[in-house]
């Protein structure tokens, strides 16, 4: 089945061109991550999700983006160190890419306009970041790094999760287990 989300080009970290369709038919977690960032150790979680849940048709996609406070200044070769040797990260990893803003990635421009609302956030931690100056300019832009889009088998996305959810959260892995059980 065609899909927009599936056709979009992007970059692995080791530079090869490739598209999203490769994925088709897998529920997928895309995140956008940083490693100098108060949520990095989240990573922790998303390896270990990942390890759980890949066997059942679950991959996590993980895209270095730069766009908060300078939290991701890595090139590709060290942003894959960092995840490998802190995290042992084993899911597939992106090039880095903007999340927001004029120079937005066409992937995370799909991602925020089909789905512009999170389905789960409190608000608490983006009144946090409001006290530290940091602002939507629009209401669907990503907030801040480990914001997470569920991406259903069929290719449409099935929950925006705030950055402050962590992967183990029972309201984030509910949700994977409704779309692998589909």
């Given amino acids: 089945?065609?899909?927009?989300?599936?056709?979009?080009?992007?970059?692995?970290?080791?530079?090869?061109?490739?598209?999203?369709?490769?994925?088709?038919?897998?529920?997928?977690?895309?995140?956008?991550?940083?490693?100098?960032?108060?949520?990095t150790p989240q990573y922790e979680g998303l390896q270990s999700l990942y390890s759980e849940k890949h066997g059942e048709g679950f991959e996590i996609l993980g895209f270095p983006a730069n766009n908060f406070l300078g939290q991701e200044p890595g090139t590709?070769?060290?942003?894959?160190?960092?995840?490998?040797?802190?995290?042992?990260?084993?899911?597939?990893?992106?090039?880095?890419?903007?999340?927001?803003?004029?120079?937005?990635?066409?992937?995370y421009a799909y991602l925020t306009s089909t789905k512009p609302d999170s389905d789960v956030n409190d608000g608490a931690f983006e009144e946090k970041l409001k006290g530290f100056g940091s602002v939507r300019s629009t209401p669907g832009e990503v907030l801040w790094n480990f914001e997470k889009f569920l991406i259903a088998k069929d290719g449409a996305i099935a929950a925006r999760f705030a950055p402050d959810v962590k992967p183990d959260d029972e309201r984030l892995v509910a949700r994977i287990n409704e779309e692998l059980a589909r």
């Fill in 1 to 39: 089945m065609p899909n927009g989300l599936y056709d979009i080009p992007v970059k692995t970290i080791d530079g090869a061109e490739t598209n999203l369709g490769e994925y088709g038919g897998k529920v997928l977690l895309v995140v956008n991550v940083a490693s100098k960032c108060g949520l």
């Fill in 76 to 107: 590709e070769d060290e942003i894959k160190d960092f995840c490998s040797t802190n995290y042992n990260v084993t899911f597939p990893m992106f090039s880095k890419l903007s999340v927001k803003g004029e120079d937005q990635h066409p992937l």
